[in-house]
């Protein structure tokens, strides 16, 4: 499955933005979809994810109760609600498909990502 991101962009903090990723290829309700997300000089870390029909989240702790994660099997697509964003939220933004997860290892495939960038 191919997919693509995109909505990143630069914004201030309290700032909304709503990220997408379209895919292609394989049927898409097979995969569980995560957003993760990796700071300049930090490791990748898992922001959410979404289970492949019923819609069981998962959610960092650091972004429980701002972010929304959805899908729609139909039109093939994952989207990220971000509201009250914060400076520490800047970071390059990838989905990825696989099972429903936390963890990176658990997703085969992964998009280019999309920058967010928060400013004070």
């Known amino acids: 499955v191919q997919l693509q991101a995109s909505g990143g962009g630069l914004v201030q903090a309290g700032d909304s933005l709503r990220l997408s990723c379209a895919a292609s290829g394989r049927t898409f309700s097979d995969y569980g979809m995560g957003w993760f997300r990796r700071a300049p000089g930090k490791e990748r870390e898992f922001v959410a994810s979404?289970?492949?029909?019923?819609?069981?989240?998962y959610y960092a702790d650091s972004v429980k109760g701002r972010f929304t994660i959805s899908r729609d099997n139909a039109e093939k697509t994952v989207s990220l609600q971000m509201n009250s964003l914060k400076p520490e939220d800047t970071a390059v933004y990838y989905c990825?498909?696989?099972?429903?997860?936390?963890?990176?290892?658990?997703?085969?495939?992964w998009g280019q990502g999309t920058q967010v960038t928060v400013s004070s």
């Open positions: 990825a498909a696989g099972a429903f997860s936390r963890s990176s290892r658990q997703y085969n495939y």
């Open positions: 979404i289970s492949r029909t019923v819609g069981s989240t």
